[in-house]
């Protein structure tokens, strides 16, 4: 079993930066992959960026390429998400993901991009 709690969302100008965590709980977090995923009002829940257990790989969506950067600190049981140059299509909950076999998810944070 893991718990995920997600920190870090707010109100930001368009163009400006957060930094989004995620505490797991649990021993195994260096077992899982972990992503991020987000969800607009009205739109469905969508990928951003996914994390190997190593850290080795990283993926993210075309929209958000070169602009996020997903990592994770296994002594900490935590993953981040930095985010640069935000747009207002950016506004959204961000929810983290853990994934093996089985999906876990945290309660979510907003983050809203004013234009």
């Known amino acids: 079993q893991v718990q995920l709690v997600e920190s870090g969302g707010g109100l930001v100008q368009a163009g400006g930066s957060l930094r989004l965590s995620c505490a797991a709980s649990?021993?195994?977090?260096?077992?899982?992959?972990m992503g991020w995923f987000r969800q607009a009002p009205g739109k469905e829940r969508e990928f951003v960026a996914a994390?190997?257990?190593?850290?080795?790989?990283?993926y993210y969506a075309d929209s958000v390429k070169g602009r996020f950067t997903i990592s994770r600190d296994n002594a900490k049981n935590t993953v981040y998400l930095q985010m640069n140059s935000l747009k207002p299509e950016d506004t959204a909950v961000y929810y983290c993901?853990?994934?093996?076999?089985?999906?876990?998810w945290g309660q979510g944070t907003q983050v809203t991009v004013s234009s």
């Open positions: 994390i190997s257990w190593s850290g080795g790989s990283t």
């Open positions: 649990g021993r195994t977090f260096s077992s899982y992959a």
């Open positions: 993901n853990a994934h093996l076999g089985i999906d876990y």
